[in-house]
């Protein structure tokens, strides 16, 4: 499964890579993911085993993208599951505030034009951003708690075109 998602994602990356080298300021990338499974359901713990895990396999699952920054709020939980990506990239994680998500995107899509970003949040706000990065509401309601699978890919071309690949992993 592990290669499909690979091939799946080399496959949808290669247009994007290709674009990007003949006009670096068409596409915008923005790849959210809900952090990996946690040890408990206290304030702020860490990733259990399993969450470790997950945060290796999308490591190894987005190693071929290079990523210009790497977004985290500021909980132990989406720092771990976005870390390996941020070191291997070069770049420090950032910390947002995921309490205001249509500030926050609209600065980001400023800010980032043309580059690949990696966000890692939370059941409420990954599709509450992948909403506002859209500017339009495609996710009515959070994911559930249970649920820590899904890949959201908003790319936005320098047209304003805003498109959204939800998959799993």
Do not use: C
Not at 28 to 42: G, M, N, P, Q, Y
Not at 58 to 73: G, K, R
Not at 150 to 169: A, C, F, P, Q, W
Request: net charge negative; glycine share 4%.
């Amino acid at each position: 499964m592990k290669v499909l998602l690979s091939i799946l994602l080399l496959i949808i990356f290669t247009p994007v890579e290709i674009l990007s080298q003949s006009s670096s300021d068409e596409i915008t990338t923005f790849i959210l993911v809900r952090h990996a499974e946690k040890v408990d359901d206290s304030h702020d713990p860490d990733l259990s085993e399993v969450g470790y895990e997950r945060a290796n396999l999308l490591a190894q699952m987005l190693e071929n993208i290079s990523f210009d920054a790497v977004y985290s709020t500021h909980l132990i939980r989406t720092t771990e599951t976005a870390r390996e990506i941020a070191v291997k990239n070069g770049v420090d994680i950032i910390h947002y505030n995921h309490r205001n998500p249509d500030d926050v995107a609209a600065e980001w899509i400023y800010k980032h034009k043309g580059q690949n970003i990696l966000i890692s949040g939370h059941s409420n706000s990954t599709p509450t951003f992948a909403n506002a990065l859209l500017g339009r509401e495609h996710f009515e309601t959070k994911f559930d708690e249970s649920d820590y699978g899904n890949i959201l890919i908003v790319t936005i071309t320098s047209g304003e075109d805003k498109k959204l690949l939800h998959m799993r992993y």
